[in-house]
């Protein structure tokens, strides 16, 4: 008997659970990452609860003294990734990266409680205070002018990593001429067609030798770092998960915390009309250096909706431009736009399509009654799926799967779209 999805979804994330965490995949991530531990935790709420609690809890366990959750935490040395804890020289317990991810997770939390009990509020209660000192830290260190728009010190930060965004500041860095030799493991588990250029790699670790010579000290890098970019996944996943961080508080009942939250909401709204490109029609990276404008639409640029930013107007302007990228494509939403010069169909954050990123823009576009736009996503995310396996990202022309197989967000997201599909059947 042919097992179903959900089954197959669910025995990726059990064998992905390295004991209170789960790992990307096999071999290719064996550590902890940020938001991919957040969206385990989403697939796993919708059959274990407790296990789900216990994903969120072990990564809020390696959030820095300054509230900073990093985006990689190191709980046991494996040679099969580089850059490890000895590259990074972050010197917290346990080891850990020195930049953080997109901060998912009190989406995800709100996710949880809304579907739960009395219990799920408790234990969302218990983490409330992590979850504040995680955003007011990007309230502050990633924007230190106050200026109301995110700043990043690495793409990695972005979860976006060679996305074109970032081609602008990435091009000006001039690479460390002593990183030494260095050996890539990324490429010995999956095609370097899909992966990172070796020159994009040698500035990532130019980026984190500045990081680790300066002490990790987030001021410095955001004012004199090698890269300091907007990025508008950043700015919308912060401004979702503000919302969301106020949602928890008032059900909680801690309302001290209500007037602060509510500050960052108004200001990041504010900081959105930075980032809105005229000529693109859509919201854009950034070069804060420069003030260079990324030229097209993401799917980052998608979380919009998602967000609630931006004018009523800026957002049917960019809904009417999704529209017409995803007829340019066989399956929906690409990460670049596909008459970009730099769209790469199949390497990573260039082109793919990434089940996660689907998950939060068809949301959005649900809310704001783009319905039409939002099926048609949730329905190639679960088709990429049906076709291509559990695959950490897809080519939006032909479908395939690409990069780490058994991907534990992308069985997360699975579980979570098809459990939504079956409580609209039954509705």
């Known amino acids: 008997m042919t097992r179903s999805l959900d089954d197959q979804a ?4 059990r064998a992905n659970d390295r004991g209170g965490y789960t790992v990307p995949t096999a071999r290719l991530y064996p550590y902890q990452w940020n938001w991919d531990s957040a969206f385990a935790a989403l697939g796993f709420s919708f059959v274990d609860r407790d296990r789900a609690w216990a ?42 990266s020195g930049h953080s991810q ?16 009395a219990s799920d509020l408790a234990r969302a209660h218990a983490l409330l205070p ?27 930060e972005s979860g976006r990593d060679n996305c074109p965004d970032w081609d602008l500041g990435m091009d000006r860095i001039e690479i460390a001429d002593d990183l030494g030799p260095y050996q890539r493991r990324d490429i010995g588990h999956v095609d370097p067609a899909e992966r990172p250029q070796p020159a994009q790699y040698d500035r990532y670790l130019t980026i984190i030798k500045f990081g680790r010579e300066c002490g990790w000290n987030h001021a410095e890098l955001a004012r004199n770092g090698p890269f300091w970019m907007a990025d508008p996944g950043i700015q919308f996943i912060l401004m979702r998960a503000d919302r969301d961080l106020l949602r928890l508080a008032q059900a909680v009942g801690e309302t001290a915390a209500i007037p602060e939250i509510e500050a960052w909401i108004a200001h990041l709204e504010d900081g959105c009309q930075q980032l809105w490109n005229p000529d693109a029609g859509a919201f854009c990276a950034k070069d804060l250096r420069t003030g260079t404008f990324s030229p097209c639409l993401t799917n980052a640029a998608m979380l919009a909706h998602y967000a609630g930013a931006g004018t009523e107007g800026q957002r049917q302007r960019m809904a009417e431009t999704a529209r017409r990228v995803v007829d340019d494509v066989a399956f929906a939403f690409p990460s670049w736009d596909p008459r970009g010069s730099a769209f790469e169909s199949r390497r990573y954050w260039r082109g793919p399509i990434w089940a996660v990123v689907n998950y939060m823009i068809q949301k959005g576009l649900a809310e704001h009654g783009e319905t039409r736009l939002a099926d048609r996503i949730k329905t190639d995310t679960l088709a990429l799926i049906a076709r291509s396996g559990f695959c950490e990202y897809f080519d939006p022309l032909t479908g395939d799967g690409l990069g780490g197989r058994d991907f534990t967000w992308t069985a997360a997201i699975h579980i979570a779209l098809s459990s939504d599909a079956t409580t609209a059947r039954a509705a």
């Open 55 to 96: 994903e969120i809890e072990t990564l809020f366990d390696a959030q820095w003294p300054d509230g900073m959750v990093p985006h990689i935490i190191f709980r046991r040395n494996d040679p099969d990734y580089f850059p490890g804890p000895d590259i990074w020289q972050t010197n917290v317990d346990p080891p850990t």
């Open 10 to 13: 669910l025995e990726i994330l």
């Open 130 to 156: 992590k979850l504040i000192a995680y955003h007011r830290w990007f309230h502050t260190a990633r924007d230190h002018q106050g200026t109301g728009v995110l700043g990043i010190v690495h793409p990695w």
């Open 102 to 117: 997109p901060p998912v997770a009190s989406s995800i939390v709100y996710e949880m409680v809304e579907r739960g009990d």
